[in-house]
């Protein structure tokens, strides 16, 4: 696994996929914001999925900018289906949840070295016809970005 070069003090980089969906992108996790958030308030599963983030960045089912219920186009989403989750706050993997699909979000902007900075993920349930894709995407999202909603993919 090839890690970043430039990685600020007290932040876990990784290498997936641009909001294009085309080449590759750097993106960082806080450790003591997000992840020490988690672990500070009693939410170790939350802060072991941080670990799924690279696996949907390098694989995801869709990438979206916007959240389309508040207005907020300052973030990308990206969906996916890890193969695995944690069993509870132990490090313990079971297969992935059946009928939900993983979304992290990032910030639009990078910082000076290019990287994106992950602000937050979650499980959500999944659209039925679409793999990967968050049920009622088409609302949740401003703008589908890849795959391109010329590709042919079901209800897009």
Known sequence: ME????????FIAFYGRPPDGRGRAEFIISKGGLLGH????????K??????????ANNPAGIWRGLDRDGTTSIFA???????TF???TTVEIPRLTGKTFVFYVSRHVNAAGQRRVLYWEWV?????IPGF????QVRYDERLWPPPE???PNS
């Open 151 to 153: 590709m042919n993919t």
């Open 47 to 56: 802060a072991l999925e941080g670990f799924l983030v690279r696996e949907v």
């Open 125 to 129: 349930d999944e659209d039925e016809s």
């Open 78 to 84: 990206y969906a996916g289906r890890p193969p695995i």
């Open 38 to 45: 988690c672990k500070s308030h009693h939410a170790r599963q």
């Open 87 to 89: 069993l509870g706050d």
């Open 134 to 137: 968050p049920f009622d995407h």
């Open 3 to 10: 890690i970043p070069e430039k990685c600020p003090p007290g």
